[in-house]
């Protein structure tokens, strides 16, 4: 009986805790910055480095999960070039950051003007766009994701204007089995009939899909 009592009131602390961001008046801004995810992400979310990505304007929920499950050791990603699994660095900074600072940065994130599209270089032309369009509208990653990844279901990123390396990285760790968490499973089945031509021409349309300002 008490262990049910104490089960109960567990469930009830998690959504009061998350909730609490806006409660306890906290500072997603100051948050991204003095917790280090400006030293990846870039200011306002909107110019990260490497392969890691912009996540000015991205979906609260999303965000807010991802952050999560990093913490959490659910979302694991390849190596980088030193050997060093991409994630670890979020997931040894995580531990610092309780659950309503993280509902913080991520609602700062959502409101965050989206970062400009770079354009690729060599430019891609209209025929690879539209390619790329529709290998994404015939993969089915419209259905969840949106027209052109910018109207995606409950619990599921936008993809739109995102950077072409990140979502060339995503696709085909989730294609190899690498990353599991979240709605990956969903995503699986569709990842897994993507070769590396046809992720790379998604990568590249979606790349440049222009973002209405907030």
Same mark, same amino acid.
């Given at each position: 009986?008490?262990?049910?009592?104490?089960?109960?009131?567990?469930?009830?602390?998690?959504?009061?805790?998350?909730?609490?961001?806006?409660?306890?008046?906290?500072?997603?801004?100051?948050?991204?910055?003095?917790?280090?995810?400006?030293?990846?992400?870039?200011?306002?979310?909107?110019?990260?480095?490497?392969?890691? $990505?912009? &996540?000015? *304007?991205?979906?609260?929920? /999303?965000?807010?999960? =991802? @952050?999560?499950? %990093?913490? #959490? +050791?659910? !979302?694991?990603?390849?190596?980088?070039?030193?050997?060093?699994?991409?994630?670890?660095?979020?997931?040894?900074?995580?531990?610092?950051?309780?659950?309503?600072?993280?509902?913080?940065?991520?609602?700062?994130?959502?409101?965050?003007?989206?970062?400009?599209?770079?354009?690729?270089?060599?430019?891609?032309?209209?025929?690879?766009?539209?390619?790329?369009?529709?290998?994404?509208?015939?993969?089915?990653?419209?259905?969840?994701?949106?027209?052109?990844?910018?109207?995606?279901?409950?619990?599921? $990123?936008? &993809?739109? *204007?995102?950077?072409?390396? /990140?979502?060339?990285? =995503? @696709?085909?760790? %989730?294609? #190899? +089995?690498? !990353?599991?968490?979240?709605?990956?499973?969903?995503?699986?089945?569709?990842?897994?009939?993507?070769?590396?031509?046809?992720?790379?021409?998604?990568?590249?349309?979606?790349?440049?899909?222009?973002?209405?300002?907030?």
């Amino acid at each position: 009986m008490l262990r049910t009592a104490a089960l109960a009131l567990g469930l009830l602390l998690v959504p009061v805790a998350v909730a609490s961001a806006e409660d306890a008046g906290l500072d997603g801004k100051a948050l991204f910055a003095t917790k280090t995810c400006i030293a990846c992400h870039g200011r306002g979310g909107a110019k990260a480095i490497q392969v890691f $990505p912009n &996540l000015a *304007g991205q979906n609260k929920d /999303y965000v807010f999960a =991802q @952050m999560n499950d %990093i913490a #959490d +050791g659910k !979302r694991v990603s390849g190596n980088d070039d030193r050997g060093y699994p991409r994630t670890q660095g979020m997931k040894d900074v995580m531990h610092l950051v309780s659950p309503a600072e993280r509902a913080a940065i991520a609602e700062y994130l959502a409101a965050a003007e989206p970062a400009k599209v770079k354009p690729l270089d060599p430019p891609i032309d209209d025929a690879r766009r539209q390619a790329g369009k529709d290998t994404y509208v015939k993969g089915g990653c419209q259905t969840c994701h949106g027209p052109d990844g910018l109207k995606p279901l409950a619990g599921y $990123p936008i &993809l739109g *204007g995102a950077k072409r390396e /990140y979502l060339a990285l =995503q @696709m085909t760790e %989730i294609r #190899d +089995g690498i !990353r599991k968490n979240g709605k990956v499973a969903t995503m699986l089945p569709f990842a897994k009939k993507l070769d590396d031509a046809k992720i790379a021409v998604i990568a590249d349309y979606l790349s440049q899909v222009e973002r209405a300002p907030k």
